[in-house]
């Protein structure tokens, strides 16, 4: 009964939050938020789908880049139709990259998906369309109506109203046919053939799907940061979104969104000099340490923390 | 282009490609035989070139010997980490590997930080070495270069020669066809699991040594090796040493030649490689059934 009304108490809780927060924990929350949309989309790829995409950051930052390059030079974009380009674009080359890389399968799939993510990242790190290393800046943020993304409490709703609806959203598609049959490919994909699925086409239609809202996410971070540069496409990007899941629970979307949230405070955590003194000089150390110890004591991860605490006793 | 380019490219995509075939067969032998997905495989890369670093000033000018002290080094190196931490990873599925090899490559790279800093170092190239030999009128080509073509197509004969003539070899090539039947059969799984992957990561390391005194020692550099060796592995085919010696040499010239005729979009051309191959074989050019 709690673990069924949980998404609802914090979904109640994030839309009465605002009043709360200070500037600090404002931008972490909504970080927390926007990576949540992030590791949600692949939640959908790894947990719903059973396909392990080790290249998913190259939407998020497709997403973003189109956010910024669509924008008009110093005036605000319209946000519905950025959101939807953002989506759009991401999903085109989700589209492409995945009628490829699923003619490959388990070990394969993981280095084609991060071959072609890198291959996005050099699309914008050496051709003038992502004008290099430096990035670029987002002069205003995007309006639509009433709607002023330069103003904090409008941007906290988007964010956080884009969370409930990629939640909900995900929520449907699992109770779809469309997600039980990717369940069933995720079990047992040849026995799936058999029935009668052609499950070619419901991989790729799960991997444009998450890609899109890679992309969603992509737009809502170019939005927060009103920046972007070609290091949101990188690799690193990509194994942190894959951590944030297994960190909170494959199989559980309440998992991704959990573990977005431990991965961005624990990061936050190791990075403070504040918390945690000489350490944040070498944060990834200990990042990568506890990454470790985890994995190794957590295979189910944080959603499966109290059935174990329970099984010890 | 002129033929004396020609040649000069020519020669770089070969020497490229051969440096880029000792990471990634190890790299693909590592796949084929313990079916542990590595992504921490280029750090072993960076340790290479790091090593080389810290170990010219003890060596001076006797160069090829700090590569067999590197070899030996390394090899230690690799045993020891499939001993305290691969050994750990083969019942576990892909995903926890990932991470857990991610993991992995943060701690190397802190490590590194902490033991030479995050500065870029240059690793001199010995005096024997140093020249450069003439070619038409204007051009010259660097004699390190050759030497490290050379010492990279002398480990290339030297792999294929254990892997393809000896006992042990003969073990290596029927663990990356069928892994279980080699266990049925009485082999010490372990030992050869810890055999093979010391011996990946020295030739990983090694690459690093060779690669240094030619490109400067930096931090991160072991992320873009890894993911060109991860396409050689794509379309070589997982567990082929010929095709990973095929593909790299397929990349090397495309990497080359791509610089030469499109710089600005050089980067891509590798993976638009992938993709075509992708389309044509998708499991690699020289995968054989299982």
Known sequence: MIRRAFPWIVAVLLLAAPALLTPYTYDLLLRIMVMAVFALSLELLVGMTGLVSLGHAAF???????????????????????????????????????????????????????????????????????????????VARPVAGAFDAENRTHLYYLVTGTLIGTYGLLALVRRSRFGHALAGIRVNEQRMRAVGF???????????????????????????????????????????????????????????????????????????????????EHWQLALGLTIIVFVALLPKGLIGLPARLRGRR | MDLATFLVQCLNAVQYGLLLFLVASGLTLIFGIMGVINLAHGSFYMVGAYMAFSLTPLFGQSFLLMLLAGLVLSAIFGYVLEWVFFSYLYER??????????????????????????????????????????????????????????????????????????????????????????????????RLYRIVFAGGVALAALAGMIAAPMSSVYPGMGGHVLIISFVV????????????????????????????????????GVYLLMAVILVWRPEGLMRRGY
Not at chain 2, 108 to 125: Q, Y
Request: include cysteine; charge should be neutral.
């Open chain 1, 60 to 138: 998020l930052g497709i997403g973003a880049y189109s956010t910024v390059l669509l924008s008009p030079q110093y005036d605000p974009g319209n946000a519905l139709l950025l959101l939807l380009t953002a989506a759009g674009i991401s999903a085109l080359y989700a589209l492409f990259v995945g009628a490829l890389s699923l003619r490959t399968k388990g070990v394969y799939f993981i280095m084609v998906t991060l071959a072609f993510a890198q291959m996005a990242y050099f699309v914008f790190h050496d051709t003038p369309i992502g004008r290099g290393t430096d990035g670029i800046y987002l």
């Open chain 1, 198 to 280: 052609a499950t070619y086409v419901y991989k790729l239609a799960a991997f444009v799907l998450a890609g899109a809202l890679a992309g969603v996410a992509g737009f809502l971070l170019a939005v927060k940061d009103g920046f972007v540069n070609p290091e949101l496409l990188s690799w690193h990007e990509s194994g942190a979104v894959l951590l944030m899941i297994i960190l909170g629970g494959i199989g559980h979307l309440r998992g991704a969104v959990l573990g977005a949230a431990a991965f961005v405070l624990l990061r936050e955590l190791y990075a403070s000099p504040d918390l945690v003194g000489p350490v944040s």
């Open chain 2, 93 to 190: 599925d892909h995903l926890q590997q990932v991470l857990m090899t991610y993991a992995l490559i943060l701690v190397f790279e802190e490590v590194r930080s902490l033991l030479v800093g995050n500065d870029v170092h240059g690793v001199p190239v010995p005096q024997w070495l140093a020249g450069a030999i003439p070619l038409g009128e204007l051009m010259t080509y660097p004699v390190y270069r050759l030497f490290a073509s050379a010492a990279c197509l002398v480990l290339a004969v030297a792999l294929y020669l254990v892997v393809n003539r000896t006992r042990l070899g003969m073990m290596i090539r029927a663990g990356a066809s069928n892994r279980d039947m080699v266990r049925g059969l009485g082999v010490n799984i372990t």
């Open chain 2, 233 to 268: 592995v794509v379309i070589g085919g997982i567990g082929s040493i010929t095709g990973a010696l095929i593909a790299s040499l397929l990349v090397g010239f495309v990497d080359t030649f791509g610089k030469v005729f499109f710089a600005e979009v050089s980067g891509i």
